[in-house]
Structure formats: C-alpha cells, structure tokens
C-alpha cells in the first residue's frame, strides 16, 4: 500500500465537503429567490451564514469536520480578499474627480470612527465594534469578511455583525429611493447617496436602476471608491492589532524592551498585500479584461464557502444573546453614515 503523505490535506476534505454542501445550498435558496420574485433580497453570502448557523443549532459538527471548516473559515476567506482588489483600479478612482473622490474618503473615515464610538457607547466588545463600522461605512459584509481575520475576530461576532448588517441592507435597498423621492433629488444627487449608504454593489445597482440610468452610474462609481478604502483600513487594523499583541505580551511593571524590527509579515497580513498588489496590477492593465469577471466570481464563490464555514462554528446562542445592543448600534451608524452623505452632497452642490 502506498503511505499517505500529506494527510494534513487529506482530514481538510470531509470539512470542506460540509462547507460546500451549505454553500450549495445558500446558491440554490439564492437562485429560487431570483426565480420567485425577480431579485435576490437576501445575498447568497448572508443565506450561507444563516443555513450553516440553523444547521449548528440543532447538530454538532464531529471533530473530523473541524479542519477543513477551519481553513474555510479563514484561509479560503484570505484568498477571496486578494482577488477582491482586482475589482478596483485607478481609472475608477479618477472618474469621479477630485472634490468628491475626497469626500468619499472623509464620510467614510468619520462613518468609522463614529460608528465605533456609537459600538463601544453601547458597550460592544472592540472587534465586534470594529466589524460594524467597517461593515457599515465601507462594503457591508465584504469588509467584515475581510477585516475578521485582521483582527482575530471570533465566528460568532462575524455572524452577528454580517446578519444584522445584512437584514438592514435590505432594508435600505427598499427604503431609500421612497427617501430619493420625497427630497426630490436628482439622478447624480440620488446616485451618490445609494453610493455611500448601500452596502453592497448589487444592491446599489437595485436602489438605484429604477431612478436611472445616471443614478447607477453615479452610485456604482462612488461605491466602488469606498470599497477601494478596504485595503488601507485593513493595513492599518492589521498593524494596529500586531503592535496591540506586542504590547500585550510584554509583562506588567517591566521596562520598556529595545526596539527591534517586526517582520513585515506580522504587521501586515500576506492576504493584505496580495490585495495591494492585485489593486495595482488591475491599474496598470496588467490583469488580463476576460479574467476579471472570473476573478470576481470566484472570489464570490470563496466567501460564499468560507460564511458557510462561519455558520457551521457559530452557536446561534450566542448571538442572540448580543443581538438588541448589536441591531441598535447597527441601525444608529447607517443613520449616522446617511447623515454624513446627505450633508457631503448639499456642501458640494452636486447638480
């Protein structure tokens, strides 16, 4: 009999079976949604999570599933983060100009620290405030997918901050253009303000077709712009946390040790920089056009499979235990995030 040499890969198989099998099924619930109603109200991405989270609720996974759940959760979730930033360029960047390419970047900073402020207020822990307002202020659960293995964070914040986000994400998608109409805005004034409240792309692209079409383009650009504010966010979570574990190692009462050089590698996350590189790489044209869309579809895929993960770990408990302090912080940043692009569009007069 031929010896088995990696049987590390081999006891990732029946985990990632599981995954798959949740993931599948998130995809079909997607599908019969498209099918029923003509649009997908409840993202393939969310629909993992809550299937894997039922799933725990009632059946432990045996211990032969937890690597393979592990390295979707975590290692399979890094790779999609890479291929993410082939979605963004320089070129987009530049389309929508100087004045409101700033204000993008300055709504979107005070988006964060004020949603932050208004997590620990309520008293959430650090990482599940921080997963909000990324969440909130940059691309829903994109960024909290990407930020969590940043800062460590646990399955069951993950799933709670995603769930949440993403119910008022639907919410939103319904809601604003009733609030488009009612301040009478016109169609670059209302792409804007889908392009800094919305969380996600394809739901940016629902609120704003049926004003349209100069409201999707406008709302397109200035979302794509807040999600190119993913990677720098990320950097700087990444070292902070790093220099946060240093200093948490360092004993009590002791002297202040020499500095010495911290591998870059520790600071900054290898799924960081291949983010960086891939954002460059797609500016300068280096990534060819036919494999964009499938870079992006299977970046889509990953994370669909690494949520699935999530959900697998997730002890619904726990969740539910957080969940008043965790709605309220999440329905008072979109306020917060709204009020910021609201008063972003009337000071640049936009036409």
């Known amino acids: 009999m031929i010896p088995v040499r990696h049987p590390g890969v081999l006891s990732l198989i029946p985990g990632l079976v599981a995954c798959g099998a949740v993931a599948l099924a998130a995809v079909a619930v997607q599908a019969l949604e498209l099918r029923l109603f003509g649009r997908g109200w409840i993202d393939a991405i969310v629909l993992a999570i809550l299937i ?3 799933i725990r609720g009632v059946w432990t996974p045996p211990a032969a599933l937890r690597p393979g759940v592990e390295f979707s959760a975590r290692t399979l979730l890094e790779i999609a983060v890479v291929l993410l930033g ?5 070129a987009t960047v530049i389309a929508i100009g100087p004045g409101l390419l700033a204000g993008t970047a ?10 932050y402020g208004i997590g620990r207020l309520l008293r959430l822990p650090h990482r599940m405030a921080v997963l909000i307002a990324c969440g909130n202020a940059i691309c829903g659960n994109s960024a909290i997918a990407a930020v969590a293995p940043v800062i460590d964070a646990d399955a069951e914040d993950v799933s709670a901050a995603i769930a949440f986000t993403a119910v008022l994400g ?8 009733l609030l488009g109409a009612a301040l009478q805005m016109t169609g670059v004034r209302y ?10 792309v394809p739901q940016v692209l629902a609120a704003t077709m ?26 700087f979570l990444a070292v902070a946390t790093a220099l946060g574990r240093r200093s948490d190692a360092m004993p ?5 040790a020499p500095a010495r050089r ?3 590698g520790q600071l900054v996350p290898w799924f960081i920089i291949g983010f960086l590189l891939m954002m460059v790489a797609r500016s300068l044209d280096l990534i060819p056009a036919i494999a964009l869309p499938v870079m992006a579809d299977l970046a889509k895929a990953l994370t669909i499979l690494s949520m699935a993960a999530l959900g697998l770990s997730t002890d619904a408990r726990a969740v539910a235990r957080s969940g008043v302090r965790i709605a309220s912080v999440v329905i008072l940043s979109l306020l917060a995030l709204a009020g910021l692009a609201l008063g972003l569009i009337f000071l640049l007069a936009l036409a």
Do not use: E, F, M, N
Request: a positive charge; aromatic letters at 2%.
């Open 52 to 54: 894997g989270a039922a």
């Open 86 to 90: 082939a979605s963004v360029s320089a």
């Open 106 to 115: 300055v709504v979107v900073v005070l988006a964060l620290a004020v949603s």
């Open 170 to 177: 639907v919410a939103v998608v319904l809601l604003l253009p």
């Open 191 to 200: 792409g804007v303000l889908a392009g800094l409240t919305v969380y996600a």
């Open 210 to 235: 049926p004003v349209g079409a100069v409201a999707t383009q406008a709302g397109t650009l200035i979302k794509l712009v807040r999600v190119l504010v993913l990677g720098p966010v990320c950097l």
């Open 252 to 256: 009590s009462g002791t002297a202040a």
């Open 262 to 264: 911290i591998p870059v």
